[in-house]
């Protein structure tokens, strides 16, 4: 079993739907949760990352943590055609670990 | 300028050839990452570095070296590429005396190898 999972889609939705990314992971010592964008043929970059659990918020971009579960959302509010790309979920045990990736979901929103 | 440099952008090389990938960064970050990525597999870790004279194999070593020659410098190097190493490779660095909070990762923009 992968340390973390993560459907690969793709996922294709109507502007301004409401997006739902979800990852889930095997390791309960995991303590930061992280979310990547990654543009095509672009490098991944940090979108936003959380600590143990609950939900951290950034503009239309929400991140949820359920530590009981096991499992991390990301949820896009508003979705618009800029936000078509690949997100990866990402886990660490402390905060000098090595992140765990998982396989990304390919996301198009469709205008 | 970007911060991580990946170089070459596109490579084409045969089976048995020995090629070399090489990454700079001015971020000033001392831990350097090298990935590849496969559709359906996500970012797998080759080789990472947390400092000039520590090197620590990845979950993918086999078949790769790597070289860190500076601390902006990390050098991938494929010894005799075969054609499962066609993939997506990406370099990484992070700051390990970044206070609070995981130590972001910052990608280069990837070099594609293509292995025939």
């Known amino acids: 079993q992968k340390e973390v999972e993560q459907d690969p889609g793709p996922l294709s939705v109507p502007e301004g739907a409401i997006v739902s990314l979800n990852c889930t992971y095997s390791n309960s010592a995991f303590q930061y949760f992280m979310w990547y964008r990654q543009y095509s043929r672009k490098g991944p970059e940090l979108l936003m990352y959380t600590y143990s659990s609950g939900n951290k918020e950034d503009g239309r971009f929400t991140a949820q943590v359920d530590k009981s579960s096991k499992y991390i959302s990301l949820f896009i509010r508003d979705s618009q055609p800029s936000d078509s790309a690949t997100y990866l979920c990402?886990?660490?045990?402390?905060?000098?670990?090595?992140?765990?990736f998982g396989p990304g979901t390919s996301l198009s929103v469709i205008p | 300028d970007a911060d991580v440099t990946q170089t070459p952008r596109n490579r084409i090389t045969k089976t048995g050839k020995r090629i070399m990938l090489e990454c700079s960064q001015t971020k000033g970050h001392d831990r350097m990452y090298w990935y590849r990525q496969d559709p359906g597999l996500g970012l797998r870790l080759i080789y990472y570095s947390f400092d000039v004279k520590d090197i620590n194999k990845g979950e993918i070593s086999d078949g790769y070296s790597v070289s860190r020659q500076a601390q902006a410098k990390f050098s991938l190097s494929l010894e005799s590429a075969i054609p499962n190493q066609t993939a997506l490779y990406f370099c990484a660095t992070s700051d390990s005396m970044l206070a609070g909070g995981p130590k972001t990762q910052y990608f280069g923009p990837g070099t594609r190898l293509l292995v025939l």
């Open positions: 990402g886990t660490l045990k402390t905060s000098y670990d090595k992140v765990i």
